[in-house]
C-alpha cells in the first residue's frame, strides 16, 4: 500500500523516531501502525511501546460519591478558560449528583433523564448553560461504582480536573490510603491493578518483540531466554499498578504499601481529559489580524 505522510506522521508521533525509519518501518509493515511500532522497537530504533493519543479536548473531570456509590465523569468544553467559569463548575457536581441519583447506563439516557428526577431533562439544563456561556459543553463519559461498608473510595483531582482517579479498596475504611492510591494512578498512569489482568496475546506480543530485539544486539541464543524473562518482569512494571513502585514511596512496591495496610485494590478508573481526542488547531494571531483586516 502507498505510504502517505499522514501515516509517516502518526508513526513518529507514537514513536519518535525519525522521518526515514518511520518511513521504512511502514513499507516493511504494509502500513500497518501496530506492526511498524514493534518493527522500530526491534531495531532498537524506537524504546516506546506506545505513546498516549494526543491529549487534545479541554474541560474537567470530577468525582461525587455518596455513601456506597460513586461516579466519576468527564465535562469537556471548547476552550480552556471555561474550565474557570463560575457555571462550568456548578454545572460538573450537578451532573455528578445526577448520575448517583438515576443510575443511567449511558450518556445518551443520562441526557434523557429528568433532572435528579423532575422538572427539564439534563440535555435542556445543559443548552441553558450551553446558551449562557456561549461555549459548546458536552457530558463525554461517566462511570458509576458500588462498594460495601467494608471498603474505601479513593477520588483525586490532577491540576484542576485535568485528570481524575477514583479508586476502590477492599478490606480498608481508610479513604486516605485509597487516595495514595489514586494519586499514584494520576501519576504514573498504569493500565492494570495486577498481572492476571494482562491479555496473554499483549504478553506474548511483548515477549516476541524482547526476543527479537535480544537478538538482533548479539546477544547468545542460550541467555536470550532469561533476559526476555527479565525485560518482561520490566514491562509488567511499566503496565501494571500493584508492580509499580510507590510515588510516595518508591523504596515499596504499590502491593506492599497497600497490603501493609490490610487492604486491596478492586479496581481505579482515570480519566483524563481529551485523552483520544483531537482538537482543531488554531492560530490565535492568524485569527486576530483576520478580524482586524474585515
Known amino acids: 500500500m502507498a505510504i502517505t505522510a499522514k501515516l509517516v506522521k502518526e508513526l513518529r ?15 516493511e509493515t504494509d502500513g500497518d501502525i501496530d506492526k511498524a511500532i514493534d518493527y522500530l522497537r526491534e531495531k532498537g530504533i524506537s524504546k516506546a511501546a506506545k505513546k498516549a493519543d494526543r491529549i487534545a479536548a479541554e474541560g474537567s473531570a470530577h468525582i461525587e460519591v455518596d455513601n456506597n456509590t460513586a461516579v466519576i465523569i468527564e465535562v469537556n468544553c471548547e476552550t480552556d478558560f471555561v474550565t474557570k467559569n463560575d457555571q462550568f463548575q456548578q454545572l460538573l457536581p450537578e451532573l455528578g449528583k445526577h448520575i448517583l441519583s438515576q443510575k443511567p447506563e449511558t450518556v445518551e439516557e443520562a441526557l434523557q433523564q429528568k433532572l435528579h428526577g423532575e422538572g427539564e431533562t439534563l440535555e435542556a439544563h445543559l443548552n441553558a448553560v450551553i446558551s449562557k456561556i456561549g461555549e459548546k459543553i458536552s457530558l463525554r463519559r461517566f462511570a458509576l461504582v458500588n462498594k460495601t461498608d467494608n471498603d474505601a473510595f479513593g477520588a483525586y483531582l490532577h491540576a484542576g480536573g485535568r485528570i481524575g482517579v477514583l479508586t476502590l479498596l477492599e478490606g480498608t475504611q481508610d479513604e486516605e ?11 504514573v498512569n498504569p493500565s492494570y491493578v495486577s498481572r492476571d489482568e494482562v491479555a496473554e496475546e499483549e504478553v506474548n506480543r511483548e515477549r516476541e ?5 535480544a537478538l538482533n544486539e548479539g546477544k547468545p541464543e542460550k541467555i536470550v531466554e532469561k533476559m526476555v524473562e527479565g525485560r518482561l518482569g520490566k514491562f509488567f512494571e511499566g503496565i501494571v499498578l500493584l508492580e509499580q513502585d510507590f510515588v510516595k514511596d518508591p523504596d515499596q512496591k504499590v502491593k506492599k504499601y497497600v497490603e501493609d495496610k490490610g487492604a486491596s485494590v478492586k479496581s481505579f478508573i482515570r480519566y483524563e481529559v481529551g485523552e483520544g481526542m483531537e482538537k482543531r488547531e488554531e492560530n490565535f494571531a492568524d485569527e486576530v489580524m483576520s478580524q482586524i483586516k474585515k
Open 209 to 213: 518483540v524482547l526476543k527479537t530485539q
Open 177 to 187: 490510603v485509597a487516595k495514595d492510591v489514586a494519586m499514584h494512578i494520576a501519576a
Open 13 to 27: 508521533e507514537k514513536t519518535g523516531a525519525g522521518m526515514m525509519d518511520c518511513k521504512k518501518a511502514l513499507q
